[in-house]
């Protein structure tokens, strides 16, 4: 989206001075370059606010996914290592229930993003946050789960670590993306 012309904070003094010259019709250029000054300065105003708005919100989604990331391993490395039963004991302890909450901030989280990010680079990837984790469930812990009732989970095991390292560095390349799209203001 092109940017507004800003006029320099003296183009409506200069203004006001060139009308008293001129006589009284040069006083409604004033008024003009007032008007128009004013409604650039709130249109970039907004932009300033939209971005910091969009900023925050991905500030909680890299909070969000770092909280989470290395529970959700842990939880599925024990699926995969433990018994079923084992498994069954874990979703009532403490740590489940860690668990539990950083998948529902997380979740909430991503549902801020995809209704306040609009960047045109940063909303693809966000928006591929989403897919993994929707995919999650079925791809990665429905797998444990499975092996976690026959044993031998190396490869799932595996599969996860993959899955958590990869969710982690799109984590990474968001905060990259919005240090450079939303850390300063576009001139």
């Given at each position: 989206m092109p940017q507004a012309l800003l006029l320099p904070w003296w183009a409506p003094i200069l203004s006001a001075l060139l009308a008293g010259l001129l006589g009284l019709g040069a006083g409604l250029s004033s008024v003009f370059l007032t008007r128009r000054f004013t409604r650039e300065q709130r249109q970039q105003d907004q932009l300033n606010e939209r971005r910091l708005e969009q900023r925050d919100v991905l500030i909680e989604l890299i909070d969000a996914v770092e909280h989470w990331a290395p529970q959700?391993?842990?939880?599925s490395l024990l699926m995969g290592k433990g018994t079923f039963d084992d498994v069954l004991e874990y979703v009532d302890t403490d740590s489940g229930e860690a668990v539990r909450e950083s998948v529902r901030e997380l979740q909430r989280v991503l549902v801020r993003c995809r209704l306040i990010v609009t960047d045109p680079e940063l909303r693809p990837m966000v928006l591929q946050m989403v897919a993994h984790q929707l995919r999650q469930a079925d791809e990665i812990n429905g797998p444990l789960l499975e092996v976690a009732k026959r044993g031998d989970a190396m490869e799932e095991i595996l599969a996860s670590i993959r899955f958590y390292r990869d969710v982690k560095l799109l984590a990474?390349?968001?905060?990259?993306?919005?240090l450079r799209r939303l850390a300063t203001p576009h001139s």
């Open positions: 959700a391993e842990m939880a990474v390349k968001i905060q990259e993306s919005a």
